[in-house]
């Protein structure tokens, strides 16, 4: 039985960090495409960041350059480090994750096992 796990979620001031981890069981997070998608209310779930099985990452533009993405396979935990936050990331942040080839596209995999989801409240 597959289960994902979030922590770390939290209410900063803008600019300031956070890191989220997600721990894996029941599958080996070096083997899947996995994600970190987020849902604000009254917002359509959105992609923030993927990584596939021969490491290649994928960000969405709105967070490039702040956010990165990461593996421990020691731990099978995926994690998202969150740096100069905005007011606009508040929204719930979901771990993801897809069985998937070495040389895909973790962006473009349809994602089909879930986390319960972490909040994160980054305030003005």
């Known amino acids: 039985q597959v289960q994902l796990i979030e922590s770390g979620g939290g209410s900063v001031q803008a600019g300031g960090t956070l890191r989220l981890s997600c721990v894996a069981s029941?599958?080996?997070?070096?083997?899947?495409?996995m994600a970190w998608f987020r849902q604000a209310p009254g917002k359509e779930r959105e992609g923030v960041a993927y990584v596939g099985p021969a490491r290649n990452t994928r960000y969405a533009d709105s967070v490039k350059g702040r956010f990165t993405i990461s593996q421990d396979n020691t731990r099978n935990t995926l994690s998202l480090q969150m740096n100069i936050l905005k007011p606009e990331a508040t929204a719930m942040y979901y771990c993801a994750a897809r069985r998937c080839s070495w040389w895909a596209r973790p962006d473009a995999v349809e994602y089909d096992y879930w986390g319960q989801g972490t909040q994160v409240t980054v305030s003005s």
């Open positions: 029941g599958l080996t997070v070096s083997n899947y495409c």
